[in-house]
């Protein structure tokens, strides 16, 4: 089946610093990659939509300028949450979906854990 | 809006047994798409099973079957002969045809435990 890896699956960072998570398509041709926030023993929230070569469409209440979404390519879409702070920590996972497919195929997820 | 609705928040089942899990969904749209997503502690999401709107037949994959019922806008998914392996948290979801290109709505999931 469709592989989508997502890096890093764990991280850890100070308070104030960004970080960076990376989403890729791994055998197929994402157009369209989705970016979702978990808490704990929670539903997945969508945040974003991110469409290759076009700016992300973000969720009511998602702050596009702290969480900064990149999908240059048809295979990477990066997330970036500037100046994270201890209530960013949270379980981030993206997903891709096939050109002209149905499923959606998740990445492994990242655990986030601000100081 | 779409809407998703699972009621279970956790259920037990005993292993080797089957086990039903509910999902209601809400939509005036005629085109959708139903999933089911099991997601282990590790946290990742993996498919599980598949139900199209216009699909006359239940889907099946395995031990998983989804019991489509579209006038009541239920779409259960049933597992059979429960495993350990399959203690896990299950959302149901569900996809609408939208500019934003199969964006889904989730349900707020049931925690599956699997008893020996």
């Known amino acids: 089946g469709a592989v989508v890896s997502q890096h890093p699956s764990w991280v850890i960072c100070k308070s104030g610093t960004s970080v960076k998570i990376e989403c890729r398509s791994l055998d197929f041709q994402a157009t369209t990659m989705f970016w979702y926030r978990q808490f704990p023993k929670q539903s997945l929230m969508l945040m974003a939509t991110s469409n290759e070569g076009s700016k992300a469409t973000y969720e009511q209440g998602v702050e596009k300028d702290k969480f900064l979404i990149n999908h240059a390519s048809l295979t990477l879409s990066t997330l970036t949450v500037t100046s994270a702070h201890p209530e960013d920590s949270s379980f981030y996972i993206c997903?891709?979906?096939?050109?002209?497919?149905?499923?959606?195929?998740f990445g492994s997820g990242t655990q986030l854990s601000v100081l | 809006a779409q809407k998703i609705t699972q009621t279970q928040p956790g259920m037990f089942v005993q292993e080797k047994e089957a086990v039903t899990l509910d999902c209601t969904y809400d939509?005036?749209?005629?085109?959708?798409?139903l999933f089911w997503y099991k997601q282990p502690s590790s946290g990742e999401m993996i498919f599980l099973i598949y139900q199209g709107s216009y699909d006359e037949q239940n889907a099946t994959e395995g031990r998983y079957s989804l019991n489509f019922q579209k006038a009541r806008k239920s779409a259960n998914l049933v597992i059979s002969a429960s495993q350990l392996g399959d203690s896990a948290m299950y959302f149901c979801?569900?996809?609408?045809?939208?500019?934003?290109?199969?964006?889904?709505?989730f349900g707020g999931g049931t925690r599956l435990m699997v008893k020996p």
């Open positions: 997903s891709a979906r096939w050109v002209a497919g149905e499923k959606l195929f």
């Open positions: 979801a569900m996809r609408v045809p939208n500019n934003a290109g199969n964006m889904l709505t």
């Open positions: 939509t005036s749209d005629q085109s959708y798409g």
